[in-house]
């Protein structure tokens, strides 16, 4: 298992437009959460999961952002009518018991919408 | 709902000198603290954690950090860094559920050799 992956690394997108992440989570790991960071700012709690339930959602995660886990495997987040204020890294972290053995954060997605 | 203040967001010292990176939280519950890196172009990786114990805790490359309670403080600090430990480091807070971390904003650590 190499950590948590995340895809596309970049995206680049015309305003208006929609854009699906994908997040695959360490195996083993029963949470995963999604974060926003934008340049300067430290990351931004999204949503997190505990399998395939979605058990918190952040006042930022607006009616266009729609998050899934099925089957408590990998995830996507999906972004509909992007706009520019849109644009940031999204990161996705995995764990089990995290109280030891933490968070696990893969590479991120970093979006740009023009 | 907990909080973060990092209290720097740029600190600039010279390669084998001490350094201090503040990090100031609030909370109505008990929590969990931690420290992630951010180095150019990678991801978050976990540098240090409290959990309960000992107040004093250590990472594997020199960086050290204190859990004061009473003053709601973890400061990270490392007596002597070096060129590698630029980068941008994050203080962050969980609650005992260990349910989401609620993170600082950054502080942007510099090394002038």
């Not at chain 1, 974060?35 to 058990?55: D, I, K, S, V």
């Amino acid at each position: 298992d190499t950590g948590v992956s995340q895809d596309p690394r970049h995206k680049i997108t015309k305003r208006g437009q929609n854009v699906t992440f994908r997040c695959d989570p360490i195996s083993e790991h029963n949470r995963l959460y999604w974060y926003r960071q934008t340049l300067g700012q430290g990351p931004e709690f999204l949503t997190y999961f505990q399998n395939e339930a979605q058990l918190e959602k952040s006042r930022l995660l607006s009616d266009r952002f729609s998050a899934e886990r099925p089957k408590g495997s990998f995830s996507t987040l999906e972004i509909q009518r992007t706009e520019q204020g849109d644009s940031a890294m999204y990161l996705c972290a995995s764990s089990i018991i995290a109280e030891i053995y933490g968070y696990t954060f893969g590479s991120g997605t970093r979006l740009t919408v023009v | 709902a907990q909080s973060v203040t990092q209290l720097d967001s740029q600190v600039p010292v010279f390669e084998e000198a001490p350094v201090e990176l503040r990090c100031n939280y609030s909370s109505s519950v008990s929590v969990y603290l931690f420290w992630y890196v951010q180095y150019p172009n990678q991801g978050l990786q976990l540098l240090l954690k409290y959990l309960s114990g000992s107040t004093l805790v250590e990472s594997i490359n020199g960086f050290e950090a204190e859990f004061n309670k009473s003053q709601t403080s973890f400061h990270l600090r490392k007596p002597s860094v070096h060129i590698s430990d630029t980068a941008e480091y994050f203080c962050a807070v969980s609650d005992q559920g260990a349910q989401k971390l609620v993170f600082g904003q950054g502080t942007r650590l510099t090394i002038n050799p």
